[in-house]
């Protein structure tokens, strides 16, 4: 199964906060394959992850390490959903059906 992860679920995949174990409960029960982000992922990801050091639920070392470790990841499990006619096309088509009212992922 493939799947689109907006940046607050893919948060959740590196950071355990709410909603966390069911996300990967649910990464692993459906064999997911493949996970598509968007473009701005990357960006969004790292800048939640700093807004979290700034607002005191992380520690600044930890962030530093989610940070590495997402951007090793980034480039080898996941693909991109670039902004072009085909991206805002999948991504429209992943937005009409989400799962648990969209806080866990996209189906494709």
């Not at 679920?9 to 906060?17: G, N, V």
């Not at 174990?21 to 493949?34: A, D, G, H």
């Not at 701005?40 to 700093?50: A, G, M, N, P, Q």
Request: charged share 25%; aromatic share 10%; net charge positive.
């Amino acid at each position: 199964m493939r799947i689109y992860l907006d940046s607050s679920s893919l948060c959740r995949l590196y950071h355990q906060e709410a909603g966390s174990e069911e996300l990967k409960q649910f990464i692993n029960k459906q064999s997911v394959t493949r996970i598509y982000l968007s473009y701005i992922s990357k960006l969004e990801f790292e800048s939640t992850v700093w807004k979290k050091v700034r607002t005191k639920e992380l520690e600044s070392v930890i962030a530093e390490q989610l940070v590495e470790i997402f951007r090793a990841d980034y480039g080898c499990a996941f693909v991109n959903v670039f902004t072009n006619k085909t991206g805002i096309a999948l991504i429209r088509l992943l937005i009409k059906r989400p799962i648990n009212g969209g806080n866990v992922g996209r189906l494709t």
